[in-house]
């Protein structure tokens, strides 16, 4: 099974699937929000809108542990999933794709473990999954690695935190890749994102930053991003060759 994480932009990508179900998931986080089952590509694929349905729940809002669950529950071993982001260099451009290889986690308010009653510390050296993110970049154009930040938002950034991210080594800022990406990894799900660049960050754009600015960018890329990810479900192997499978072993404490 197959999962994408669809933020703004991409829903339009279960148009293209067969014996489309629809359904949500309970756990012990919470209800998911209703997830698509499909067949694209003779592969079975499960999406599911991050902000649900109606983009109700803002960034810092989204149930992220029942989303991740949910995916798990559902048999997903690999998670594509996409983010709106502003850059913070002028070579990366609003409507480009960047795959992120790592990034830097300034949100303050979220659940980013599943493991709060026995101690796990799982490794995060690498936190995408490179088999997964050779996919994605040999299946159209991007910006083929990159550091994400995650911020809390949900405002946009001031220019002296666009000033210090970039000093930092940030090379494009969102609000919804963290903890996604951890809590994955700690339930040994391959996961990799496509950001879609829909604006220059604060500071870095000559212009006041809007909400409409990101919507239009995204709505002009749609159709190259969902490509994109179908083109990627296309190529995946049937078996996953990675650690991402193996990532609890070695991280839990044995108990005394
Ligand atoms: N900052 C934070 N999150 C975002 C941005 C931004 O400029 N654009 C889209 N998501």
Redesign the pocket.
Known sequence: MIGIIGGTGIYEIVEMGEEVETKAIETPYGKSPEINVFKLHDKDVVFMPRHAKGHANP?HMINYRANIYAMKEMGVERIIAT?????LELSIKPGDFMIPHDFLDFTKLRQSTFYDTKTVHIDITKPYCDNLRDILISSGESVDNGVYIC?E?PR??TAAEIAMFKQLGGS?????GIPEVILARELEICYASVCM??????SI?PTK?TIEE?FDVVNEQKDNLIKLISDSIAKLPEKRECPCKYALSGAEIDEV
């Open positions: 960034p983010n709106a982001v502003g850059s911020t938002g946009f950034e494009v800022v969102g609000m919804t660049v829909s604006n220059y960050a604060a754009s930053l990101v």
